[in-house]
């Protein structure tokens, strides 16, 4: 009962999470321009790589570290973060001007070296809200969750007044980096410390190194579709794009979050009991399955009027591109399944290789779309690349670790022919009649999920 109510306590601060960033998305997209919408991308564009490049999975190692109750495992960690909090504010420095480049907006280099504080700033958080994780005890780390939304939302309204245009983006983004840095230490049991432990630091760099060149990797897998699209369409262009990327991210991301942080404690422990480990992985395969076909489901019915009652009708020219970008964001989902349940036996590169293979996708997709000028096609290329990434994610974790994936694979490939028609009576007008066998396919498949839905929440 203890982890129920853990699980919905998890749960309803990363729904509350994704509110505030719907509710902060929305005012942002209401006030400015397309255009100026999406200068504000590539802000955030830019906030994502720094999330890939500063974490290095350590708060992860706090998580499923045997010892990291003790105290000098925290204060290496928190050694090894300023290290790269630094140096990654020193990197992004030297990276402002070949990412206006990139994006062709080239007059804004003084604003990418500006947000060089970010990683500066977090580099000084204090990672012990994980450490309580491990206890059960989730407070501070929802605490670490909310606070810095609820701060970057209430620093829109007078950012706007006092800038007018992107440059409320950066003081929004600059806001919610010093809440963060606050709270983080505020709501710590034990304080800030920096220590330089050898043998931590090499455990860290082996559970880390896969993770950190993934984090990169899957910056540019998230993110390389909008980058095509800023370097061949244009701003405005990204501003409505990004704008329905972020519809379709932000709920499978919540999602993501919420299984990570539920699943890996009870993985973890289950590191000593195949047959324990194997009925969890089946069983969240199930459910993910599920998830994503009631995702890409909803956004067929809901995207459009979500798109221009909330958004704006400046927003429209985006909405035929919700259901595949709902259906690539789904699968993205699904290969977080192996990859969790390597992660709950330390076995970090799972996501590494599979990015490595969706990441090939990427200069396909940019070749797609200077052929053909068309966002479509640049999809389609993009999800075929999802589909192989986690397909192989599978293979991978069983040569590995041994977990057996038949299941996992069979129920992928009723999920996504069952999310295939879907999108094709979206977006093609097929006969609804086939959404019928397609769905009796994939109730059968995923069966077991419904007669043992409690294999899941054992501890």
């Not at 194997?278 to 909803?298: E, H, K, P």
């Not at 221009?308 to 909405?319: M, N, Q, Y």
Request: charged share 15%.
């Amino acid at each position: 009962m203890r982890w129920i109510r853990s699980g919905m306590l998890v749960f309803g601060a990363n729904i509350a999470d994704s509110l505030i960033v719907l509710l902060r998305n929305i005012v942002l997209a209401r006030l400015l321009s397309v255009q100026d919408f999406g200068i504000a991308a590539t802000f955030s564009i830019l906030l994502t790589l720094m999330d890939a490049a500063q974490t290095a999975g350590l708060n992860r190692m706090i998580v499923q570290a045997p010892d990291a109750e003790e105290k000098r495992m925290l204060d290496s960690v928190h050694g090894i973060q300023v290290v790269l909090g630094l140096v990654t504010a020193i990197v992004l420095l030297a990276a402002a001007w070949p990412y206006a480049a990139a994006m062709k907006t080239g007059s804004l280099v003084w604003a990418y070296a500006l947000m060089a504080v970010v990683p500066a700033a977090r580099a000084f958080c204090n990672l012990d809200s994980f450490r309580q994780q491990r206890q059960g005890r989730f407070l501070a780390t929802i605490v670490r969750q909310l606070v810095p939304q609820f701060v970057s939302l209430a620093a829109i309204w007078p950012a706007y007044l006092l800038m007018g245009d992107y440059r409320t983006m950066l003081i929004v983004i600059m806001a919610q980096q010093v809440a963060l840095l606050v709270v983080t230490n505020f709501f710590a049991t034990q304080r800030f410390a920096i220590r330089f432990d050898p043998e931590i630091s090499g455990r860290a760099f082996r559970f880390g190194w896969p993770l950190f060149v993934n984090g990169l990797l899957m910056f540019f897998v998230t993110n390389g579709d909008r980058m095509i699209v800023s370097n061949r369409f244009g701003l405005t262009t990204l501003g409505w794009f990004s704008l329905a990327f972020m519809l379709t991210m932000m709920p499978t991301t919540m999602i993501a979050r919420s299984l990570q942080t539920l699943m890996l404690p009870s993985m973890a422990k289950a590191q000593a009991d195949p047959v324990r480990l194997q009925r969890q992985n089946d069983q969240l395969a199930s459910l993910v399955m599920l998830i994503m076909v009631a995702f890409v489901g909803a956004m067929a019915l809901l995207g459009e009027p979500i798109l221009v009652h909330i958004f704006g009708e400046k927003f429209r020219p985006a909405e035929p591109f919700l259901v595949l970008l709902a259906i690539m964001q789904g699968i993205r989902l699904v290969r977080a399944v192996p990859a969790l349940t390597a992660m709950a036996v330390a076995e970090t590169k799972n996501p590494l290789y599979t990015n490595l293979l969706r990441g090939a996708a990427i200069p396909v997709a940019f070749g797609v779309a200077l052929a053909t000028g068309d966002i479509y096609w640049m999809l389609v290329t993009g999800i075929a690349g999802e589909v192989v990434s986690a397909l192989a994610a599978g293979w991978i974790a069983q040569r590995m670790i041994g977990i057996g994936t038949r299941h996992y694979a069979i129920s992928l490939c009723a999920a996504l022919q069952l999310s295939g028609v879907i999108a094709g009576i979206s977006l093609l007008h097929w006969n609804m009649v086939l959404l019928v066998p397609s769905l009796a396919v994939f109730l059968f498949v995923t069966r077991d999920f419904w007669l043992h839905a409690r294999d899941l929440l054992r501890r």
